[in-house]
């Protein structure tokens, strides 16, 4: 089977489809494909011009063909470059959907942990350790005042 009719097809083995990570690295290993092929084409743009050069004015037959070849390749060059932009767009918003997945997946762990702990809690026996905390408060208020308060010293040189 070639890779074309697998990548439309895909495995009878994985009916739901790939999973991000898989689709991630198949992504990323066309753009590393498809870059390889963009610096070839570049690189015989280049040649084509030297043909051309070379011939020049000598031979404007050959050197009216090599301009043609790089034209061709420049189209090609063209195709590739709107290919990987798409490639490109494609994966970073898969990125971006796995990213949001385990974001939210993490939320609701979290939402489950904070509910076990408000399960365990019960508002009367909050409100009634309130009063008790707002009651040892004001007693240890008390106490302080009453230490803070300077005893026989004050007497003799009041006024």
């Known amino acids: 089977m070639s890779k074309i009719s697998k990548l439309f097809k895909g495995s009878s083995k994985n009916r739901a489809g790939p999973s991000p990570q898989e689709a991630i ?3 990323r290993e066309t753009e590393e494909m498809l870059t390889k092929k963009q610096e070839y084409l570049e690189k015989r743009v280049e040649q084509e011009i ?4 070379k011939h020049g004015t000598k031979n404007k037959k050959a050197a009216l063909q090599a301009l043609r070849k790089k034209k061709r390749f420049e189209q090609q060059l063209a195709q590739i470059d709107g290919t990987l932009s798409t490639i490109e767009f494609q994966r970073e918003a898969l990125e971006n959907a796995n990213t949001n997945t ?3 997946k993490n939320m609701g ?4 942990a904070i509910k076990g702990v408000h399960e365990k809690l019960d508002l009367d026996k909050i409100d009634t350790l309130m009063q008790d905390i707002t009651e040892q408060q004001e007693v240890a208020q008390e106490i302080s005042d009453a230490i803070s308060c300077p005893v026989g010293f004050a007497e003799e040189f009041d006024e």
Do not use: G, I, P
């Open 50 to 53: 030297a043909t051309a050069r």
């Open 109 to 112: 762990y979290a939402a489950k």
């Open 102 to 104: 385990e974001v939210l």
């Open 25 to 27: 690295h198949k992504l």
